[in-house]
C-alpha cells in the first residue's frame, strides 16, 4: 500500500496510457472514427487524472493545516508555560532588587512579540521564515 501511495502519479500514467493504447487497439487504425474517439479518450484520462491530483492534494493541504494547528496549539502551550515562569521568576526579582522600568518593559514587550509570534504560525510565516533565513527542509 505504501509503495503505491509512494509511485501514484507514475501509476496513474500508465494507467491513462493503458487505457488510451487499449481503445486505439480495440478501435483499429483503420475505423474512421479512430482519431475522434482517441482524442476524446486522452481527455477524458487527463481529465480524471486531474480530478484524482486535485482530490489527493486537497487532503494533503487539509492534513499540513492540521498538522499544523496541532503543533501550534502544543508550541503555544509548552512556551507560553515557560514564559509564564520568566515572568512570575522576574516579578519576584524586581521585587528584592532595583531593576529598572525600562528593563520591565522591554521583558513584557519580548514575551507579547513570542506569544504573539506563537499565534501568527501558518504555511505563509514559515515560508516568509525560510525565505527570509534561506531554509531549505531536507526532504
Do not use: C
Not at 32 to 44: C, G, Q, R, V
Not at 77 to 94: C, G, K, M, T, Y
Amino acid at each position: 500500500m505504501k509503495s503505491l501511495l509512494e509511485n501514484l502519479e507514475l501509476i496513474l500514467t500508465f494507467a491513462g496510457l493503458a487505457v488510451i493504447f487499449a481503445v486505439s487497439l480495440f478501435l483499429g487504425i483503420g475505423n474512421p472514427s479512430y482519431w475522434p474517439i482517441l482524442t476524446i479518450t486522452a481527455a477524458m484520462v487527463g481529465v480524471l487524472h486531474g480530478f484524482i491530483f486535485w482530490i489527493i492534494r486537497r487532503r494533503q493541504r487539509l492534513i499540513r493545516r492540521k498538522t499544523l494547528f496541532e503543533a501550534q496549539q502544543m508550541l503555544k502551550d509548552v512556551i507560553n508555560n515557560q514564559l509564564a515562569v520568566i515572568q512570575i521568576s522576574h516579578e519576584v526579582r524586581s521585587n528584592n532588587a532595583s531593576v529598572t522600568q525600562e528593563a520591565n518593559e522591554r521583558m513584557i514587550a519580548s514575551i507579547r512579540l513570542i506569544s504573539d509570534a506563537l499565534r501568527d504560525i501558518s504555511e505563509e510565516s514559515l515560508s516568509r521564515w525560510h525565505s527570509k533565513y534561506g531554509y531549505r527542509p531536507n526532504d
